[in-house]
């Protein structure tokens, strides 16, 4: 079976100041990882994925995240938080080999930037 | 393009009532599935597609039936709905040839009392 924590419900970050959202997988195998966030009252919206390559991977709206193998951990980052990155932020897992394209969210940490 | 499509946007039921939420996608993905997203529980899968004709249980499906008649829609059906069953469900999609990527729905809210 394949899990996500997210060990953090909520991450205040003051506006200018780098932001890290945690995520750890558990997963058979090498696994696909994922980010998504949710804005208020919509759907979810892709925001980076892990495949292979390299460990460090570029997203959208200047969001990155690093695969650490040997930590099962795959950390949300940004250099520089914007109040308007303030959303609700999954970590996604799928395994590379069985359970067609299903994957498996964690339970979510709520990014709050202030000014 | 309007992506995935989901209605209604919200809905409120009586124990016992059944209805299907409908989810329709005009992208030609091959794969569909429903989540149901709970306060401190995330998205739980609870049925999915990989094609029409062809459909399986997720983490969740107890209460829930699906059917993939075509390629672009993918009803979910309660059968007798239940308080336990409140929650915002979300459908999404996304291309067989594609890892993860999935677009999502914009979500049905529903409250059953």
């Known amino acids: 079976a394949q899990s996500v924590a997210q060990p953090e419900d909520q991450v205040n970050v003051a506006e200018g100041n780098p932001l890290t959202v945690k995520c750890t997988y558990s997963?058979?195998?090498?696994?696909?990882l994922f980010w998504y966030v949710q804005y208020p009252n919509r759907g979810l919206q892709f925001l980076l994925k892990?495949?292979?390559?390299?460990?460090l991977v570029k997203g959208s709206y200047g969001f990155e995240a690093e695969f650490n193998k040997s930590q099962t951990s795959f950390h949300l980052k940004k250099p520089s938080a914007l109040v308007s990155d303030s959303a609700l932020y999954f970590c996604?897992?799928?395994?590379?080999?069985?359970?067609?394209?299903?994957?498996?969210f964690g339970t979510g940490t709520q990014l709050k930037v202030e000014l | 393009n309007a992506g995935v499509t989901q209605t209604p946007k919200f809905q409120v039921l009586k124990t016992g009532q059944s209805m299907t939420l409908q989810c329709a996608q005009d992208?030609?993905?091959?794969?569909m599935s429903w989540y149901r997203q709970d306060p401190g529980m995330g998205l739980r899968l609870i049925h999915y597609s990989v094609g029409a004709g062809i459909t399986d249980q997720g983490e969740v499906p107890n209460g829930y039936n699906v059917s993939r008649s075509t390629t672009e829609d993918f009803p979910l059906r309660l059968l007798s709905a239940a308080p336990s069953q409140t929650s915002v469900y979300f459908c999404a999609s996304s291309s067989g040839t594609q890892i993860g990527g999935y677009t999502f729905g914009s979500g049905t809210r529903l409250t059953v009392v």
């Open positions: 992208m030609n993905h091959e794969y």
């Open positions: 996604a897992v799928r395994a590379i080999t069985g359970g067609g394209n299903k994957l498996t």
């Open positions: 997963v058979s195998g090498n696994p696909y």
């Open positions: 892990y495949i292979t390559g390299d460990n």
